[in-house]
């Protein structure tokens, strides 16, 4: 089954230290952004404030082609109080990937131990995986002299030797654990079991798409959460590919039935023109 990540949304705390360690062990740089917290209004109302804080949270380091995790912040009303959210934006690593069905030069492809990889050698820039992502995210690198589809790589030369990727290790609270996602995933029905008024009873990434490396356990609906779920009808619980493996089947079988048809009409005419000669 391969490796993959539990994402616990209630043990983040936004440090983004996964962030700093992705960038460090992948050799990316940091995207220039402008505001920040230091900027905040403080002559402003607090939900002024809290509005601008989430606003420049956000807003801060993007997935680009060159920063492959980010860190979204939710500011969550539960009764008569507000708390903040953090979740996790990469690559899913999904057990049947869109991005490798669509790529006809094979860039794409997806490793035994879970990852989700990029050949920059095979890739023609045509940028099909990015429009057939249903997660939107692989990336383009539009400001390079050579641009590449990047996107996060599991830490490949890490994982494939049983070593947890930068950002797992990074993790002051355990927010993000990394191992046979089989084992994943009965942590996390664990977790929600033991749990029951701490975790809602859903575990993302166990059908949306088919499955993915990428499971996330949370307090909050996920749908709050800004992500489309199998439980809301707003993501299929199909692996994509499987709807072309779908329409291939049909094509195959109209191309059968019109070959013998053609078949069939060619015979009757030669039939006939030996018979008029």
């Known amino acids: 089954m391969g490796y993959g990540f539990l994402f616990d949304v209630t043990k983040c705390i936004g440090c983004r230290a996964c962030v700093a360690a992705c960038r460090q062990y992948n050799k990316g740089y940091l995207v220039p952004t402008k505001g920040g917290m230091n900027e905040l209004p403080l002559d402003s109302g607090m939900d002024r404030r809290l509005e601008k804080l989430k606003k420049d949270w956000d807003g801060k380091d993007p997935l680009t082609g060159n920063n492959w995790i980010r860190i979204h ?55 099909y995986c990015m429009m057939g992502c249903p997660f939107s995210v692989p990336k383009y690198q539009w400001d390079e002299l050579f641009p590449e589809v990047q996107k996060c790589r599991m830490c490949y030369e890490r994982t494939k030797i049983g070593a947890p990727p930068a950002c797992v290790s990074a993790c002051p609270t355990r927010a993000v654990i990394f191992g046979d996602r089989q084992m994943l995933l009965n942590e996390a029905r664990s977790r929600i079991k033991q749990n029951p008024g701490q975790y809602v009873d859903y575990i993302y990434g166990e059908k949306e798409v088919g499955g993915t490396s990428l499971l996330m356990i949370s307090d909050v609906p996920f749908e709050q959460l800004g992500m489309k779920t199998v439980q809301d009808g707003r993501i299929t619980g199909r692996a994509v590919p499987e709807y072309t493996d779908q329409a291939l089947m049909w094509t195959l079988g109209v191309a059968a039935v019109y070959g013998a048809a053609m078949a069939t009409l060619y015979v009757a005419n030669k039939s006939k023109e030996e018979k008029e000669h």
Request: hydrophobic share 35%; charged share 25%; with cysteine.
């Open 73 to 127: 912040a939710y500011l969550i009303e539960r009764g008569n109080k507000s708390m903040w959210r953090f979740v996790r934006r990469s690559c899913f690593h999904c057990e049947r990937p869109t991005c490798e069905a669509v790529c006809f030069a094979h860039a794409f492809y997806k490793t035994p131990e879970g990852a989700v990889l990029y050949n920059r050698s095979k890739c023609v820039g045509c940028r």
